[in-house]
């Protein structure tokens, strides 16, 4: 085959080729099996949300107007929350890049307020579901509305754990310069939790 | 001079625990395992029960207990509890709480030392593969007796041994189990165990997250079946909404069963694409890897993609059973249509999640058994990748008669026609595969061969069903079962055989008994279609499906096919003790009883606990058989060498080198040199060194010129072909003796190792060795490494010179 013979050009048999890099032992981060783990599973998350995109844009199209069946929901309110989860995003990266320079401050002041952060949005979005007036076996507008919060809420519990993790361990000395992968993956799990916020408050809220 | 690589570093693994060590502490009841798997478990779901119950009674219901929501969150926390008290979770924890003492290269839980650690949460990726498929194999059974029961009901018209509902509930766990705990997973298994293996790693990416998909499994096996215990689901495996929102409480074991196993296969799925994306051996590149490995990088890439899509079609099921939302309820305002959309989004693509694995499979089997390159290599890989994309257009084709937008019916049809294509070119390339092969028969060939002629079949009446016409004419008939038991029984089931048959002796270090896995072949075989062949006929006829009744005109042939169907069941039983009688008294297998090129050969059988000592080194593609000492990959060991079984079994042992004969007293104080060429032997610079050599001190030289290049089957005329390497050896010859160099020679017909190690343990072994070879970038023989293999087994100094006779030419 001719992959072959191209591998061989050089001095011997050995010669070095661009996959023999490729090892368990990342040298940058999309090589790290943990990274790209992570946005993999990041994938299935999209698709995840994207069965319950489906269901309700499938709803809501067979529907003259929206939302359907008389149903109010406030934006104002959410808008703040929004606003709260964005600003989490870059507490995150805050917390980041304070660890690649070794400020440890930063790093565990960066993770606890982004923390808080999404512990405040939780709580708002609890809030906000008790003032809504309406229940999930009200209709399909309702069982869509709260599926495709009450999903994010439930990424949103799931990305406050692994941020909880990262907060114990940085406070008890771990992560440095050099080794910080885990808050990595935490921050690109942060950063997808609030991204799918955006579309879900633009596409529920907003439109 | 050829340079050897680098070494490599020999991995960090070296301070491992010899033998597991005994986990949390001394009490059974807190240590990992079942026990604690059973109470953790209990209590996980009792107090989700509990909490449940408060909440309900703290917002007012007039009911605390309600029982879907008792088994929604009992179920779902008893199996997290389970995976949690059998032990997955104990190593994360230390990590989570950031705890000092924390290692990362913790191997007390990797692999199995013995037939314990089978039954624990064990890392190693070997243990794991055979977890999987002596787990799957039993749910095989399980699923299989389900299917007995339907066939015994269907055996006569009219009710014989079950209720209209529990038929249904027979023919709804026999496909679940059969598709979500059988097929899947065992695909799963046999890819944990052979794909870490075939790309030179020395487990998969995530070595504890992949013993917890395979504990995530177990528990939804059981929620499956205990549905069984209270009232079963009914509405099929595709568990149609309304019907299934309607049905009894085993509607909701249903969608709870079917999270953990989808969890538990796209985490497997994770898995693969970052062990096959980071963790290939050096040399690995994409197109050197083993079909095998292609199949599992494009089926796990639609795990990840398409599984998500039924977890979201079961939980709105589950919200729509338990919180009464509206998803699928006209009446609220949803839609019916819907749920079949998003479950066949992911369920079309299931259907090759269930098959493609087995296409690599049969890539293995077909090409080591033939001893033939796959033909179309790189358009098999291609064409695997294009089933996983159009996979996920064809999904409205299972809807045609469902009442949806019908806008959608002809490109459906269109894209599912067009699967044809990238199908149809794996089977012609299996086809020319075997083509002219040294077809050795054995089981595993048999299985795929067998493969072929019934996937064909199920590919054919796949290609009727996506017509519209006759699509809507055989919807729910018997048409469909029959199309779907060629595709999955003897398409998915077959390659399952075909693997576990080939790579039996490699698992388990144990040849199994030919004879019975032939006549588990024919039985299988015959049996499978006298069983299924006529359900094509009985669906054309109208026989509708998923029905425990039937008209009077059917009663033959459905009396015919339970007859056939119990002997089919029963063919697996010779299966299960060739394969249990075997695992424990087989003849002990060699590393490499069928000769084959890929890693997974190259160590002992059973493998290594840590499959290699170092990364081995890729330097061809895996299926150059019939190309003389072609190679895939270099494999070295620190540790005594395993026995290993090369394609060369054991050349003339030390002590038989024939005694000196009286020409060579006279001879050995010249140094001998073997001078190795055919293409290059004339070459200036290959006679130069020569020369230059024999300036300094004196030397005999035998030149041989093995004839047999790659390619050789294709010359037209040999002799031609051998007069010229004559002429050319004679040429060499002669200035060699015009030099005043002692030359002797000869063109061998055997390819070059073979000739340099009949050379060298022949009658006049030499003491070096000159190799001459086309510059490397067109040199076959360096292509397969020859330089360092007849360095590496002859322990002889060999030169290397490269010729290039057309730059030779030009200068003159």
Not at chain 2, 10 to 22: K, L, R, T
Not at chain 2, 359 to 383: M, N, T
Request: charged share 15%.
């Amino acid at each position: 085959m001719s992959s072959h013979a191209a591998t061989m050009e050089g001095d011997g048999p050995f010669v070095s080729t661009g996959e023999q890099q490729v090892s368990a032992y990342h040298e940058s981060l999309l090589r790290s099996p943990v990274f790209l783990g992570m946005v993999m599973f990041i994938g299935s998350e999209i698709m995840l949300f994207g069965s319950f995109f489906t269901a309700f844009f499938y709803v809501r199209f067979s529907h003259p107007h929206y939302p359907f069946g008389g149903f109010e929901i406030p934006k104002t309110g959410t808008a703040i929350n929004t606003a709260i989860l964005i600003s989490s995003s870059f507490t995150m990266h805050w917390a980041l890049v304070s660890i690649k320079r070794n400020k440890r401050f930063g790093l565990v002041v960066g993770l606890g307020l982004t923390l808080i952060m999404g512990l405040t949005f939780l709580a708002l979005q609890m809030r906000e579901y008790h003032s809504l007036g309406f229940v999930p076996s009200d209709g399909a507008f309702p069982s869509t509305f709260f599926a495709l919060t009450g999903l994010h809420g439930l990424h949103v519990l799931v990305g406050a754990t692994l941020l909880s993790i990262a907060f114990v361990r940085s406070c008890r000395g771990k992560y440095s310069a050099d080794e910080h992968l885990g808050l990595e993956v935490t921050g690109l799990y942060w950063h997808f939790v609030d991204v799918v916020w955006v579309l879900l408050f633009t596409v529920v809220y907003l439109l | 001079m050829a340079v050897h690589a680098e070494p490599i570093p020999a991995p960090a693994h070296d301070d491992h625990h010899h033998g597991p060590v005994s986990r949390g502490g001394g009490s059974p009841w807190l240590g990992a395992g079942w026990i604690r798997a059973f109470w953790v478990s209990a209590a996980f779901g009792g107090t989700a029960i509990l909490i449940t119950m408060l909440i309900r009674h703290l917002l007012g219901f007039p009911h605390p207990y309600s029982a879907e929501v008792a088994a929604t969150f009992g179920l779902t926390f008893g199996a997290i509890g389970f995976t949690v008290g059998i032990g997955c979770f104990d190593y994360w924890w230390g990590y989570i709480s950031g705890q000092p003492d924390w290692v990362q290269e913790d191997h007390s839980q990797h692999g199995a030392y013995s037939w314990r650690d089978y039954f624990r949460v064990n890392t190693d990726h070997k243990v794991i593969g055979i977890q999987y498929l002596v787990t799957t194999f039993i749910f095989f059974l399980i699923g299989g007796a389900l299917a007995e029961g339907v066939r015994a009901e269907l055996a006569a018209p009219g009710t014989q041994y079950v209720s209209p509902g529990n038929f249904n509930a027979l023919f709804s766990a026999h496909a679940t189990i059969m598709i979500f705990l059988f097929v899947i997973p065992s695909f799963a298994g046999i890819a944990n165990f052979v794909v870490p293996l075939m790309l030179g790693a020395q487990d998969m990416a995530f070595p504890r997250l992949n013993a917890l998909s395979f504990w995530m499994l177990i528990p939804g096996g059981v929620i499956f079946m205990s549905s069984f215990l209270v009232t079963p689901f009914q509405a099929g495996w595709t568990n149609y909404a309304p019907l299934s929102e309607h049905g009894p409480i085993g509607d909701t074991f249903f969608t709870i069963g079917v999270q953990f196993a989808g969890a538990s296969s796209i985490a497997t799925a994770v898995n693969f694409l970052a062990t096959i994306v980071t963790m290939r051996a050096p040399g690995m590149s994409f197109w050197r890897m083993p079909l095998l490995v292609w199949a599992n990088l494009a089926t796990s890439s639609l795990v990840v993609l398409g599984t998500p899509f039924i977890a979201g079609s079961q939980f709105m099921v589950l919200f729509d059973r338990v919180m009464h939302t509206g998803f699928f309820d006209p009446a609220k305002g949803g839609n019916v249509i819907l749920y079949q959309h998003i479950f066949w989004f992911y369920s079309h693509p299931a259907v090759y999640i269930m098959m493609l694995p087995g296409f690599g499979i049969i890539s293995e089997v077909l090409s080591i058994h033939s001893r033939k390159p796959v033909f179309g290599y790189r358009l098999i890989a291609l064409s695997t990748v294009a089933i996983g994309v159009l996979g996920f257009t064809v999904w409205a084709h299972h809807m045609f008669v469902s009442g949806m937008a019908s806008w959608l019916r002809i490109p459906m049809m269109a894209t599912t026609m067009l699967i044809a294509v990238p199908t149809g070119i794996k089977i012609f390339s299996w086809l020319a595969t075997i083509w002219r092969g040294m077809l050795h028969m054995t089981t595993a060939m048999w299985f795929a061969c067998g493969f072929l002629f019934t996937f064909v079949i199920g590919g054919l009446s796949g290609i009727f069903l996506a017509v519209i016409p006759v699509d809507i004419n055989t919807s729910d008939t018997y048409f469909v079962v029959a199309h779907i038991h060629y595709v999955l029984y003897g398409g998915s089931v077959f390659t399952i055989y075909a693997g576990i048959y080939h790579w039996f002796p490699k698992m388990t270090g144990r040849m199994y008994d030919e004879t019975l896995g032939k006549l588990h072949f024919w039985l299988t075989f015959i049996f499978f279609n006298l069983t299924f062949m006529p359900m094509h006929w009985l669906g054309l006829e109208g026989m509708p499906r998923r029905v425990y009744d039937y008209a009077p005109r059917f009663a033959d042939l459905n009396f015919f096919i339970s007859v056939c169907a119990f002997v089919l069941g029963a063919s697996t039983l010779v299966f299960l003790y060739n394969i249990v009688h075997s695992w424990k008294y087989g003849e002990i297998a060699p590393a490499n009883p069928w000769r084959a090129l890929t890693l997974e050969w190259q160590v002992s059988s059973p493998p290594p606990i840590f499959n290699f000592d170092e990364p081995p080194q890729v330097v061809g593609g895996p299926y150059e058989y019939g190309t003389p000492g072609a190679r895939h990959a270099i494999v070295r060991f620190h540790t005594p060498e395993p026995e290993l079984v090369t394609s060369r079994p054991a050349a003339l042992p030390g002590g038989a080198v024939a005694a000196p004969e009286r020409r060579e007293a006279v001879l050995s104080a010249m140094k001998h040199i073997l001078v190795v060429a055919n293409q290059t032997v004339a070459g200036d610079k290959l006679i130069a060194a020569l020369k230059e050599r024999a300036g300094t001190e004196p030397v005999r030289v035998t030149v041989i010129c093995p004839e047999s290049e790659p390619g050789g089957a294709w010359v037209i005329d040999e002799a031609r072909v051998h007069e010229a390497t004559q002429a050319r050896l004679d040429r060499t010859l002669t200035e060699l003796r015009a030099a005043g160099v002692q030359a002797d020679g000869e063109v061998v017909s055997a390819d070059p190792y073979t000739a340099v190690l009949d050379q060298v343990e022949g009658s006049d072994p030499p003491q070096e060795i000159i190799i001459s070879t086309l510059p490397s970038t067109r040199s076959g023989w360096m292509r397969r490494d020859l330089v360092d293999r007849v360095r590496d087994r002859t322990k002889l100094p060999v030169e290397h010179v490269v010729v290039d006779p057309a730059a030779e030419k030009s200068e003159a």
